[in-house]
């Protein structure tokens, strides 16, 4: 049985806690940065999926003064998942549009499910609003945008370089690396897996995948919460025994990690 894979040794655990130590970031840079650890590591491409919890609602909206015309929008849903941008504003900052913007969020904004928060909402706020309304529109535009990358899977690749090293066959990495410009196919092959670590064969889902190609695939998560998949790609013949159990480990420090940096975020 593949899945019966031996143990990591106290050496790889050290490498991996050692190199996810560096990925202090914001928990929204964190999966793609810990991606590029995981290619680095194993030789092989590797991707990140974040999943999407549609019944999730906004939490909090922050509005944080960085320069005279300068702001870090930053976004926080009820499931943990954070965005910031920073933005441009073109008034000055100053005590009353933080007042304002604060509140027209809080009436408008903060407990609404992401689906619900669309396009024709924000033009119905705005036109309630008034001159308010005209004077906010980039920033609630802005707000708006980044809620909707919210709602989104996002799928990241790193180490693409590293596709031609692992197959014998020139032509098999090349329509591997064909399918990764194809993000809907690897997101439809990643969302599949409802174990916590799986090993997708090319041959069972086709879609492109090559039957000389493989996917392990582990979850990383925050409490009983998913966050998110991290994996990677290559030939058939890897070593299963060594990946699954490094990999499975690497999502599970990674999940640590994301969970106390969405907590540092919330106090």
Known sequence: DIMNSKTLSPEIKLAIDSTLETVSHTPEQMPGRACQILADLTGL???TLTVTN???KIKRVRLIPM???TLLLAIISTDGVTKSRIVLSDCDVNEELLSVFSNICKVFIVGHKLQELSTAYLQTIVARLGDY???LMPLLSTTFDVIGEMAEPRLEFKGESN???GYRRESDALRLGELIKQKEAII?????MSSPIAVVFGDDYGRGFSGSSSMVVAKYRTGDREL??????GPTRISYEQLIPSIEYFADRLGKLMTKALRDMED
């Open 188 to 192: 439809a092959l990643a969302s599949r």
């Open 228 to 233: 998110g998949r991290i994996g990677v790609i």
């Open 45 to 47: 491409p590797s991707f």
């Open 163 to 165: 596709l031609l090293s």
């Open 133 to 135: 309304g005209l004077m």
């Open 54 to 56: 549609y019944d999730a």
């Open 67 to 69: 320069g005279k015309k």
